[in-house]
């Protein structure tokens, strides 16, 4: 008989974490196992021979991580709808072990065992977070008296602007459940309350788009319009999202969302970065300024030629010929700008963006364009410790000239 003692939870993130299984054996001469590894259709996706190890005379341990890391990834989705199912970003799959030991010096075929479903996404933990995580914080369950976080660490409260682009990602474990989006006016006077459905139990994972032009558009302009206030420090409109089951019981954590208007800037834009926790994250810049470099490739010439004279010359009509010419040339762009003041937890959390590998802009046609951040340092700072507003300058570069203009 095989037993499984040691496996991972429900949900586990994949990306620099380990997938780790333990197995023994009840046949004192077992050699090894086979162990299949099925999406949750029974398709292989790897099948793999783990030996006995000696310290575990019956039995072998093995980490799934670097096979399963493949079959997940980021998933940006551009489009004005507040719920979207996001496949990409996490995979359920199980394990088919069969064991194999000698009988009589005959190599022979044991028991099989195949277990339930487990669930890995695109999500890194730190390793002293991983070691007591617990999944019900980052995937909706019944039952769980927490409150699941989304796939960020961006603070619970933060402000946002016009035209900012918000994503809130999340995983599911078997949830039938709905957005809540509340409105506040400056003095905390609740006016209205809208409820999204669309969240079914069989999306494991998703993306909600709580952008202040999608709420706009989605519902009624005359209950839920918004009003941004100019000045900060002054008592502001403001909105929350929360995810709850079809009740109304909250299944997530509330976010809160801080209207504040573009005051003197000649161009504002939002930066969309991928994320440890397996989401994306978004960030409002300001008054972008380019740089231009280009890299030329040139050969040289010879600069006589007949001219129109049917003169061997290296002048032709007053112009001299060339004695080089450009046969392949690089265009660069680098743009800076900067960010809105920074509370301390939002200097925190913009650690994130140095170590993101995917990058992009908004365009104004509400496409994406994927960048090249240039920033590789980040030194945070604390209000307690600096007398000066507290804002970072971001750098990144592109093969496309005037993306702002």
Not at 23 to 31: A, G, Y
Not at 80 to 86: G, H, K
Not at 170 to 198: P, R, S
Not at 292 to 303: H, M, Q, R, V
Request: net charge negative; aromatic share 14%.
């Amino acid at each position: 008989m095989i037993t499984i003692t040691s496996q991972p939870q429900k949900f586990s993130p994949v990306k620099n974490n380990p997938v780790m299984f333990q197995l023994t054996s009840d046949r004192s001469s077992i050699t090894y196992f086979i162990v299949k590894v099925l999406a949750a259709d029974d398709g292989v996706i790897a099948s793999q021979k783990y030996y006995t190890v000696p310290p575990i005379p019956l039995g072998t341990y093995f980490d799934l991580s670097s096979i399963l890391s493949n079959y997940v990834d980021y998933q940006l989705v551009n489009s004005e709808n507040i719920i979207e199912s996001t496949p990409n970003v996490s995979l359920a799959y199980k394990l088919q072990i069969t064991e194999y030991y000698l009988s009589i010096g005959v190599l022979t075929q044991g028991d099989t065992l195949t277990t339930g479903l487990f669930n890995i996404w695109n999500g890194e933990l730190r390793r002293i977070d991983f070691t007591d995580f617990d999944y019900h914080q980052y995937a909706l369950s019944s039952g769980y008296t927490g409150a699941t976080q989304f796939l960020t660490n961006k603070p619970l409260t933060t402000a946002i602007y016009r035209n900012s682009t918000e994503y809130l990602y999340y995983l599911n474990d078997g949830q039938n459940a709905q957005v809540k989006v509340q409105y506040y006016n400056k003095n905390n006077g609740l006016l209205d309350t809208e409820y999204v459905t669309g969240i079914t139990s069989t999306q494991m994972a998703g993306r909600l788009n709580v952008s202040p032009e999608t709420f706009e558009n989605l519902f009624d302009y005359s209950e839920f319009s918004f009003e941004f206030t100019p000045t900060f420090g002054t008592p502001a409109f403001y909105y929350t999202v929360q995810i709850v089951d079809l009740s109304g019981n909250p299944l997530s954590e509330k976010r809160i969302y801080i209207l504040r208007d573009v005051l003197n800037c000649t161009n504002s834009f939002s930066l969309i970065f991928s994320n440890e926790k397996g989401g994306y994250d978004s960030l409002t810049l300001f008054n972008p300024k380019e740089q231009i470099s280009t890299e030329k490739s040139t050969i040289g010439k010879y600069p006589f030629a007949l001219n129109s004279s049917g003169v061997y010359s290296d002048i032709n009509n007053g112009i001299y010929n060339e004695t080089s010419t450009v046969i392949n040339s690089i265009t660069t762009s680098q743009y800076t700008a900067i960010t809105d003041v920074l509370s301390d937890d939002s200097a925190k959390w913009l650690r994130s963006i140095i170590t993101s590998g995917k990058v992009f802009i908004r365009l104004e046609n509400g496409k994406y364009y994927p960048v090249n951040l240039s920033n590789t340092s980040y030194s945070i700072k604390q209000k307690r410790l600096s007398t000066d507003n507290n804002r970072l300058e971001i750098t990144f570069s592109c093969d496309t000239p005037g993306l702002f203009d």
